[in-house]
């Protein structure tokens, strides 16, 4: 008779604690969607409200570069400077005149911007980051001369006469050489340093970058093969102008003013007899190596 009487009770603890389990799964289930939705609103993302229109900037749209030549869009040239490098050579150039391209001149100009003398070693090219800054700075000011009025400034236009590009290109180079004067007994060891063999590739390009410079102020609007053949005429002529300007002891320039006239007549001259591809392959070439040696290049 006991058998019975445990399995009732058996029976009885089954029912209670199903009872129970039934009582928590009620209760987590409604507890698990208010904590749904708490965490949901928590971690939604706050509502933007749209900002006005004048207290919005547009992004700086960045300049687009072509994949070939153009007066208006010029190549910058590939050396460029930090400001602290900027300020040294910038007073660098001061002791120019004095101590030449040296580094006792980056030595000065480090100390008159306050920097200390290992300063120079900023520099990675020594004097010749210093030749290179000349060289570039002058450029600037060129398009600053022009911006002043240089072409105005000429008798011919004060009289009603209109300059040609052949006109404006002898005024430019000519402006470019007297901006050597005061440095023009120290341009010999420029040279030098302009020759060595790892500076060749960034000093061609420095001329180069002044050919295309003086053409475009002088407003060449060449856009076929006589686009490369005017700025390697141009380079040349500056390049040997430069050396004559050097040894130059008459006033104002005058001797080296009227070899600029005679070679710019010559390269018009051979400019109009160029007509087919090969013949104007060949004046590049020619005129590349030519331009080099003209401003001392051992090429």
Request: proline share 5%; net charge positive.
């Amino acid at each position: 008779m006991a058998q019975p009487h445990n399995l009732t009770r058996c029976h009885a603890a089954l029912l209670s604690t199903s009872r129970r389990q039934l009582t928590a799964l009620r209760t987590t289930r409604s507890i698990i969607p208010q904590c749904t939705r708490q965490l949901h609103h928590q971690t939604r993302p706050a509502r933007r409200h749209p900002t006005p229109a004048h207290l919005t900037s547009s992004p700086v749209s960045q300049p687009t570069r072509r994949s070939y030549h153009s007066e208006h869009h010029p190549d910058p040239p590939p050396h460029e400077y930090t400001n602290s490098q900027t300020t040294i050579l910038s007073a660098a150039l001061r002791h120019v005149p004095t101590h030449g391209f040296t580094r006792d001149a980056l030595t000065l100009g480090a100390r008159d911007s306050g920097f200390l003398d290992v300063s120079v070693q900023l520099l990675p090219r020594g004097e010749f980051d210093l030749v290179l800054f000349w060289l570039a700075s002058r450029r600037g000011l060129l398009r600053a001369s022009v911006d002043n009025g240089l072409f105005e400034k000429d008798e011919r236009v004060k009289a009603g006469l209109k300059l040609t590009v052949e006109e404006k290109t002898k005024l430019l180079i000519m402006e470019r050489l007297r901006m050597n004067t005061e440095i023009r007994h120290q341009w010999q060891d420029a040279l030098a340093l302009m020759s060595l063999a790892g500076n060749i590739p960034l000093s061609l390009s420095e001329l180069h970058a002044l050919s295309s410079e003086i053409l475009t102020l002088a407003g060449d609007a060449s856009v076929d093969a006589s686009w490369y053949t005017k700025r390697l005429s141009v380079a040349a002529i500056y390049a040997s102008s430069e050396v004559v300007m050097t040894r130059d002891q008459s006033p104002g320039l005058s001797e080296t003013e009227a070899f600029v006239e005679r070679r710019v007549e010559d390269s018009s001259a051979i400019g109009e007899k160029l007509t087919g591809f090969k013949q104007c392959l060949g004046f590049v070439g020619s005129t590349a190596i030519g331009l080099g040696r003209s401003w001392g290049l051992k090429i």
